[in-house]
């Protein structure tokens, strides 16, 4: 795993979060915000947030109940929503005067940053959308119920190993069972009435038809083995944001960051470059 240059970890209200500024130690070619998936933390970004940070500001946050996010005097009871948790990420734009930011998010990272866009878009310059959806149909929000009941009646425990399963393919899991109990560890990790909250607000999540307002350049990745969130949630998040991309990468499943990191980090940097000269 990579780690980036260490950053303190600081705090804005109840969200933690890091910000690396560029290592070149030249003013910031552009500041990415990063949205971490339910149950990790922002240490899911630290191959990006070593890529990009050579040269941009990359802030990273913990999502209520997640990482340094969970101190119970001031994390919110949930249920949350999505609007909430994109109105809690304006906040900390704001906070921390970062101006309009490159959202990059996975999963619920990726519904957070559909609603940041939508409900604050002057503070959003462009937006990626990985292994994420506008809405889940009836039966998989039924799952998201049956979800919550076991981990209300048993714990985070009843749920990890699942969690396993559809983060990370079978291959990856027999090739690196280290960083699967990394990222397992992560779950136990969250506090679980936020975990929670974080499921009720995912189980709701419903940008389909507004999505079409976002005006911003987008970029859509999918992991052609997600089952969770597969390439066909991608396919229509591409076709309702005008001029987005969509890349499905190969041999990746729904934590794709974390098992292609390389193409990963290509496919947002191809993406850039296009944006930077007017081709994406
Ligand atoms: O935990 C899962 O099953 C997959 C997931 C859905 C939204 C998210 O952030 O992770």
């Known amino acids: 795993m990579t780690n980036p240059t260490p950053a303190q970890v600081q705090r804005q209200g109840a969200t933690a979060y890091t910000v690396h500024e560029p290592r070149n130690g030249q003013a910031p070619q552009r500041t990415f915000l990063l ?34 996010s969970q101190d119970p005097q001031l994390v919110p009871t949930g249920p949350y929503t999505m609007a909430q948790l ?3 990420a304006a906040a900390l734009i704001d906070a921390l005067q970062l101006g309009p ?27 990626v959308l990985a292994n994420t959806t506008t809405h889940y149909p009836f039966e998989a929000r039924q799952g998201w119920d049956t979800r919550i009941a076991t981990i209300r009646e048993q714990g985070l425990q009843a749920i990890v190993d699942m969690a396993m399963t559809r983060w990370f393919h079978d291959a990856f899991r027999a090739a690196q069972p280290e960083v699967v109990a990394h990222w397992r560890a992560k779950v136990l990790g969250c506090n679980t009435a936020g975990y929670i909250a974080c499921c009720e607000a995912i189980r709701d999540v ?35 944001i005008s001029g987005a991309q ?11 960051v974390l098992e292609q990191p390389q193409a990963f980090i290509q496919t947002v940097d191809t993406w850039l470059q296009g944006l930077e000269a007017g081709t994406a």
């Not at 949205?35 to 890529?51: K, P, V």
């Not at 969509?246 to 794709?256: D, I, K, W």
């Open 206 to 240: 419903d940008t389909l038809d507004r999505l079409h307002r976002i005006q911003v350049p987008a970029l859509v990745i999918a992991g052609e083995l997600d089952l969770g969130t597969p390439p066909a949630m991608a396919r229509a998040i591409a076709g309702q």
């Open 35 to 68: 949205g971490h998936a339910l149950g990790c933390d922002h240490t899911m970004w630290d191959a990006l947030t070593q890529h990009l940070a050579a040269e941009n500001r990359v802030v990273c946050c913990d999502q209520f109940g997640h990482g340094a």
């Open 101 to 127: 930011v490159v959202w990059i998010g996975l999963s619920m990272g990726g519904m957070v940053g559909q609603e940041l866009a939508l409900r604050h878009p002057d503070k959003v310059s462009a937006l």
């Open 246 to 256: 969509l890349v499905v990468l190969p041999e990746a499943s729904h934590l794709s």
């Open 86 to 88: 994109a109105d809690e």
